[in-house]
């Protein structure tokens, strides 16, 4: 199986600084059709969770632009230019490559200090 | 607008059985593959099995495999999850949610609200 390793495991961020958060898989999420299927999730206090990238860097409709994503092979990073407080929350890198099963990171917990 | 609606959950004694239902609406069930996710109390997202857009495919995760069975019915546009065996370890919210499917999965954009399994004595 592949292992997805997130760091830091706890963020905390003053208001309006940027958030770096990383994923880490043990194998190069790189598929045979030339895509890289790491996918990132947002999960606010009390709320399923949503997804804010997919194919490491490709934002969805209604995620705004201060979400971002990149990377490559088997390190990828969810960043946040200036963090809201609306952020707070739990955050999933997963790979969608190498299944069954598919494998979620273990969240980082962002908090506003 | 995408709905994904499930129901079934309660308390279950351990060995004990249930069935999780998953109704969706909103979007053309039969063109995508289903999947449950289960998230334990305090933990993380875990993967629990998928379901193919005509369900001739299904695949579980080891920790489920044997005991768990995903179905769908597409004219009734639902998702199951008939759950045996349980264990303590099982207990969790569960979610079903929705996944293109392109030789790898897309992450799943769509997810329900959750319905929360209990296993206990």
């Known amino acids: ?113 | 607008q995408v709905q994904l609606v499930e129901s079934g959950g309660g308390v279950v004694q351990p060995g004990g059985s249930l069935r999780l239902s998953c109704a969706a609406s909103g979007f053309t069930f039969r063109g995508y593959g289903m999947h449950w996710v289960r998230q334990a109390p305090g933990k993380g997202l875990e993967w629990v099995a998928v379901i193919w857009q005509d369900g001739s495919k299904k695949y579980y995760a080891d920790s489920v495999q044997g005991r768990f069975t995903i179905s769908r019915d597409n004219s009734k546009n639902t998702l199951y999850l008939q759950m045996d065996s349980l264990r303590a370890e099982d207990t969790a919210l569960y979610y079903c949610a929705r996944a293109l499917y392109n030789g790898a999965w897309y992450g799943h954009d769509y997810w329900g609200q959750g319905t929360l399994v209990t296993v206990s004595s």
């Open chain 1, 1 to 113: 199986d592949v292992v997805m390793t997130q760091s830091p495991l706890s963020l905390p961020v003053t208001l309006g600084q940027p958030a770096s958060i990383s994923c880490r898989s043990s194998q190069s999420l790189v598929y045979s059709d030339g895509n890289t299927y790491l996918n990132w999730f947002q999960q606010r206090p009390g709320q399923s969770p949503r997804r804010l990238i997919y194919k490491v860097s490709n934002r969805d409709s209604g995620v705004p632009d201060r979400f971002s994503g990149s990377g490559s092979g088997t390190d990828f990073t969810l960043n946040i230019s200036r963090v809201e407080a609306e952020d707070v929350g739990i955050y999933y890198c997963m790979q969608g490559t190498h299944w069954p099963p598919i494998t979620f990171g273990q969240g980082t917990r962002l908090e506003i200090k």
